[in-house]
C-alpha cells in the first residue's frame, strides 16, 4: 500500500494515523506471544522443580524405610542363629526374652514370631499374637513349595489380632542337611511407618504411602481408611501399575490419582536394601496436587493478564493521546502568549510552595527575592530581607567570607559553593543556627550576574546520620564503643606508637559467673548490671583511654601513651588492672538489693615489637583465660610459654578427635588374680598409639577426652570392644570363667540412652552378662544419687555387675552405699601404695575389707607391686588383687597366653 500524495493532505494525515495503529497491534501481538512463550517454559520450569523436590523427599524416605529393613532382617538373623539351640522347654526362658530385648530396641517392629515347619506360632515377643493364624503366609508356603536360603519373604498386609494392619518380615530356619524346620517372622508396626511418612510430608497437599508390591497399602499420609483394604493394582491404570511397568526404580509421574482423585505430580521409588535379597518389595511414593504446584503459576499468569492488559490499553492511549496532541499542535501554536504568560504564573506559584527555600542575589549579594518556604525557615518576614546582604542569614566563618567568595568568583576564580553544593549552618532571626544544604546557580540576566540560592533544613537529616553513626561505631546497651570502632581505635593507635615509639596496653575484661545471673533473675537485670559496669569502667580510665564492649559480659579496654619505658608502662597497666579489679569487684545495688560479680582481666602490652591488632586482642584473649584459669577475679599478663603450652594442647585435642574416627585405640587387659595367685579376669584399660608421638598416657588424654566431649564416644567404643572380647572368651573353655571389669565414666553415667545402648549391645554381641562388670567412681554418685540408683538397678537386671573404683578418696557416703546395688568394692592404689609404711592408710584398708565384708560384697585392691603389700592384704582378709606384682596391662595376645599359662 503506498502513500497518498502529498497534495492530499487530510489523506496523507489518516493514512499515518492507521499505520501507527497498524504497528503498534503488530508489536503487542508479538509482546503476547513472547509472554505466553514464558509462561509455557515456566510452567514446564516448576514441574522439573518440584519434581526435583519430591524426588528428594522420595529417596529420603527410601533411605529410612531401607534402613528399617535392614536392622529388622538383621534382628531376623538374630534369632535365626539362635533358633536351632533352643528346646521347646527353653523358649519361654530364652528365646522369649531375647526376641521381646530386639522388638524393643526397634521402633518400627510390632513384634517378632518363631513358627514350626506348620505354621503354628511357637514362641512370640507379644503374648497377643500367639493366636495368630499364618498357615497362609507366603514364608509358611514356601517350606513345602521351594525354600530358599537367606531370602526375606515380604508379604502384603495383614490383619493380627490387635486389629494393626501389619506387614511381616519372615526368614527360614534349616535344620540338618539344609531341611527347612520353621520360620521367624517379624510384623512392622504401621503406627511408626505412619509417623516415618509424616516427617516427610511438608503439606496438607501432599500425600506420602507405603506399599507392597502386590499392591496393598501399608501406611498413608493423610490417612485414609477407605484405601487400606483395597489393592492398588486392582485399577487398571494406576500409578502403581505404571510405576512397574516401567522396570526402573524410580519413577516421575504426572496423571489423575485414584487414591485422591485429583491430577498430581507423584515420586515413586522401589525399595531395594543393599545387600538384602527378597521375594517381593516395599515402594515408597510422594505426591503433590497439580494445582497446589501451579498455584505460584496462575499467580504469575493473572499479574501478567493485568500488566499486559495495562500496558496494551495505556500504549493504545497513548497512541490516541498523542495523534490527539498532533491534531491540536495548530490551535496550541495561537495559544502561546497566554500559555507563556499561565507560565510565569505557575512558575511563581511553584516558587511560592516550594518546601525547599529559593533566594535570588545580585553581584554584590544584595537579595533580589526571597519564596515564603526561606522566610519560614530563617524566621523573617520577605520585606525584613529584601534590599539586605544575603549574609545576615549565615553564620560564622561563611558570613564574614561570603562578599569575598563572590567577588574572587566574579574575577575568573574557582567556586566556592557556585555548582558544587555544600552543607553550611545557616541564621535564624532568634539567633539560633541550624544545618542546611546549599546549592548555587548562577546566570545572566541583562547583561549582569544573578546568583540563585536553593536552600534547605536539613536538620533531620542531620540527626538521622548522628543516629546512624551511633548504630554503627557504638553499642545500643552500654553506649560504650563497639568492636568496630574499637578496631579502628586500636589501628589508630599501633600506628601513633610506632611514631612516637610509646607504650600501650590492651585490657581483656570478662566478669566472672554472669551467666547464672542472666539466669537466675533475667536478662533485663543481666543488661542493667552490664550498663553498671560500664558506668564504673568509664569513670575509672582517663580521658584519653578507651574503654568499648566487646560482646556478651566481655569488654575491652585501651591504654594509650604510658611511656617509653616497657617496664614503666607494665607497672602502669598493672595499677590500672588492680584498680579495675577493686571497683569492678564492689557490690552492685539492683532493684533494692545488692548483687557480687568479679571480673577476670588479661593484659598485653605493645610498643616493643612489632604486633597487628588482631594478634594483640587474641594475646588479651589468651592472657584473660588464663586468669580463669588461675581462680577468676585476677589479671593475668599474655605470657608467650603458657600461650605455647595452650597451642599444644589445642593440637593434642584435634589429635584426639581424629583418633576417634581413625581407631588408634586398642585395649590393654591388666590381671585380676585371688589370694593363691588364680586368674579371676581382668581390668580393661584404654592405650593410644599417636601415629607420630607413640604411646600416650591414659593421663594425659583421658582428661582431655572428658574436657572436649569424647569421652562418651570413647566409653561406647570400649564397651563394644569388651563385650565382642568376652562373647569370644565365651567359646574357649581355659577363658569362659574370666570376668571383664570396664571403666564407666561419671560423664559416660549420667548420658541419656545408657540403658537404651546397654540392652541392644549385649542383645548383638551375645556376651555373658554375669562376666561383665561395669567400674564407676565415687564422682558418678555426687549428682543426683536417686537416678543413679535407679539406673543402676535397671543395668542390674539385665545380668551386670558393679564395683566401686577408688573407693574411700571421694564422696564414700555410707547412707547411699548400703542402697547402691555393688558386687565389689575397689581400694585404691593410693592406700595400698603406703599400707606399709603409714598406719592411716593400713587403718583405711583394713575398714573397706571390714566393710564388704559387713555388706556383702567382695573386695579387691589394685596397685599391688609388692609380695609385702600382698601379704598384709591378706593377712587383714582381702582376697583379690591387681597390680604389677602380678602382671602389667597387656595386649589382647600376652594376656591371653597369661591365662593359659595360669590355667595349666
Avoid at 214 to 219: A, R
Avoid at 846 to 864: H, K, N, P, T, Y
Wanted: one cysteine or more.
Amino acid at each position: 500500500m503506498s502513500a497518498p500524495s502529498h497534495l492530499d493532505l487530510p489523506a496523507v494525515h489518516a493514512w499515518r494515523r492507521w499505520r501507527a495503529w497498524a504497528l503498534l497491534a503488530l508489536v503487542l501481538a508479538l509482546a503476547w506471544a513472547l509472554a505466553l512463550g514464558w509462561l509455557a517454559n515456566e510452567r514446564e520450569a516448576l514441574r522439573r522443580h518440584e519434581g526435583e523436590k519430591l524426588e528428594g523427599l522420595v529417596r529420603t524416605l527410601d533411605g529410612i524405610v531401607a534402613q528399617q529393613l535392614i536392622a529388622t532382617h538383621a534382628a531376623l538373623q538374630t534369632v535365626a542363629s539362635q533358633a536351632p539351640g533352643w528346646r521347646p522347654a527353653q523358649l519361654q526362658q530364652d528365646g522369649e526374652p531375647l526376641m521381646r530385648t530386639l522388638a524393643q530396641a526397634m521402633p518400627g517392629v510390632r513384634a517378632l514370631l518363631l513358627l514350626d515347619a506348620q505354621g503354628r506360632i511357637m514362641a512370640s515377643s507379644h503374648v497377643d499374637l500367639l493366636k495368630l493364624d499364618l498357615r497362609q503366609h507366603r514364608a509358611v508356603q514356601a517350606l513345602g513349595a521351594h525354600p530358599q536360603p537367606g531370602l526375606l519373604y515380604v508379604s502384603p498386609p495383614l490383619q493380627d489380632p490387635l486389629a494393626a494392619q501389619c506387614i511381616s518380615l519372615a526368614r527360614l530356619l534349616f535344620g540338618q542337611g539344609d531341611r527347612p524346620v520353621g520360620l521367624v517372622i517379624a510384623l512392622l508396626d504401621p503406627h511408626y511407618f505412619g509417623l516415618v511418612l509424616q516427617t516427610v510430608q511438608p503439606s496438607a497437599q501432599t500425600w506420602v504411602a507405603l506399599a507392597h508390591q502386590d499392591g496393598m497399602l501399608f501406611t498413608l499420609a493423610p490417612e485414609n481408611p477407605a484405601w487400606m483394604q483395597r489393592s492398588l493394582l486392582a485399577q487398571p491404570g494406576s500409578l502403581l501399575e505404571r510405576h512397574l511397568a516401567t522396570g526402573r526404580d524410580a519413577s516421575l509421574q504426572q496423571s489423575h490419582t485414584l487414591l485422591s482423585r485429583d491430577e498430581r505430580l507423584v515420586a515413586t521409588h522401589t525399595v531395594r536394601p543393599s545387600g538384602l535379597r527378597a521375594d517381593k518389595q516395599l515402594l515408597v511414593a510422594v505426591g503433590r496436587t497439580m494445582e497446589s504446584v501451579e498455584a505460584p503459576l496462575r499467580r504469575q499468569q493473572q499479574a501478567l493478564l493485568q500488566l499486559g492488559s495495562a500496558l496494551t490499553l495505556g500504549a493504545a492511549l497513548t497512541l490516541w493521546l498523542w495523534q490527539r496532541r498532533r491534531g491540536l499542535l495548530a490551535r496550541l501554536r495561537q495559544q502561546a502568549a497566554q500559555a507563556l504568560k499561565a507560565q510565569a504564573e505557575q512558575t511563581q506559584a511553584i516558587l511560592d510552595n516550594m518546601v525547599d527555600g529559593v533566594i535570588t542575589i545580585d553581584r554584590h549579594g544584595v537579595i533580589a527575592s526571597i519564596n515564603p518556604a526561606a522566610c519560614r525557615m530563617f524566621g523573617y518576614q520577605a520585606r525584613e530581607l529584601l534590599g539586605g546582604n544575603v549574609n545576615r542569614l549565615m553564620a560564622e566563618p561563611e558570613r564574614s567570607l561570603h562578599d569575598a567568595h563572590i567577588k574572587r568568583y566574579l574575577e575568573g576564580g574557582a567556586p566556592h559553593v557556585i555548582g558544587l553544593g555544600r552543607d553550611v549552618n545557616g541564621l535564624r532571626k532568634d539567633g539560633h543556627s541550624f544545618p542546611m544544604s546549599l546549592a548555587v546557580s548562577h546566570i545572566e540576566r541583562d547583561g549582569e550576574p544573578l546568583f540563585i540560592g536553593l536552600t534547605r533544613d536539613i536538620t533531620e537529616r542531620k540527626r538521622a546520620e548522628a543516629a546512624i553513626e551511633q548504630l554503627a561505631f557504638y553499642d545500643p546497651l552500654t553506649g560504650l564503643p563497639n568492636r568496630r570502632l574499637l578496631l579502628d581505635r586500636l589501628h589508630q593507635a599501633l600506628a601513633a606508637s610506632r611514631r612516637g615509639a610509646r607504650q600501650g596496653a590492651v585490657l581483656f575484661i570478662d566478669l566472672d559467673n554472669f551467666k547464672s545471673l542472666n539466669d537466675t533473675l533475667g536478662h533485663g537485670m543481666g543488661d542493667r548490671m552490664l550498663q553498671a559496669v560500664a558506668k564504673r569502667l568509664q569513670a575509672s580510665l582517663r580521658a584519653e583511654d578507651t574503654v568499648a564492649r566487646w560482646g556478651g559480659d566481655e569488654f575491652v579496654v585501651l591504654l594509650q601513651d604510658l611511656g617509653q619505658d616497657a617496664h614503666r608502662a607494665a607497672l602502669h597497666a598493672e595499677a590500672a588492672g588492680e584498680k579495675l579489679l577493686r571497683v569492678l569487684g564492689q557490690p552492685y545495688h539492683l532493684d533494692d538489693s545488692a548483687h557480687h560479680s568479679t571480673p577476670s582481666i588479661g593484659i598485653v602490652m605493645w610498643g616493643e615489637a612489632e604486633s597487628s591488632a588482631e594478634e594483640l586482642l587474641k594475646h588479651a584473649d589468651h592472657a584473660l583465660y588464663q586468669a580463669k584459669a588461675a581462680g577468676r577475679n585476677r589479671l593475668c599478663f599474655f605470657d608467650p610459654v603458657t600461650q605455647a603450652a595452650m597451642a599444644e594442647l589445642a593440637l593434642l585435642e584435634a589429635d584426639l578427635r581424629q583418633a576417634v574416627n581413625y581407631q588408634q585405640f586398642e585395649l590393654h587387659y591388666q590381671a585380676q588374680v585371688d589370694a593363691d595367685g588364680r586368674l579371676l579376669g581382668a581390668e580393661a584399660l584404654l592405650r593410644w598409639q599417636h601415629p607420630q608421638r607413640g604411646w600416650i598416657s591414659p593421663a594425659q588424654f583421658i582428661p582431655l577426652a572428658e574436657h572436649c566431649g569424647v569421652i562418651g564416644q570413647l566409653g561406647e567404643w570400649v564397651l563394644q570392644q569388651s563385650c565382642a572380647q568376652l562373647s569370644a572368651w565365651a567359646q574357649v573353655p581355659a577363658l569362659a570363667g574370666l570376668s571383664l571389669a570396664v571403666n564407666l565414666s561419671a560423664h559416660q553415667f549420667r548420658q541419656k540412652g545408657l540403658l537404651g545402648f546397654m540392652q541392644q549391645l549385649l542383645a548383638r554381641s551375645g556376651a555373658p552378662t554375669d562376666k561383665l562388670k561395669l567400674e564407676l567412681t565415687e564422682s558418678a554418685l555426687v549428682e543426683d544419687v536417686e537416678a543413679v540408683i535407679a539406673l543402676m538397678g535397671e543395668l542390674r537386671r539385665l545380668g551386670l555387675r558393679f564395683s566401686l573404683d577408688d573407693f574411700g578418696t571421694g564422696y564414700s557416703s555410707l547412707a547411699y552405699l548400703k542402697r547402691l546395688p555393688l558386687d565389689q568394692l575397689k581400694i585404691d592404689q593410693s592406700f595400698v601404695r603406703d599400707l606399709l609404711t603409714e598406719p592411716n592408710a593400713q587403718a583405711i584398708a583394713r575398714a573397706v575389707i571390714q566393710l564388704g565384708d559387713s555388706l556383702g560384697l567382695a573386695v579387691i585392691a589394685e596397685g599391688v607391686e609388692t609380695e609385702a603389700q600382698m601379704l598384709a592384704l591378706r593377712g587383714q582378709g582381702c582376697h583379690a588383687f591387681q597390680g604389677y606384682f602380678f602382671a602389667r596391662p597387656l595386649p589382647l595376645a600376652e594376656f591371653e597366653a597369661l591365662a593359659h599359662k595360669l590355667g595349666q
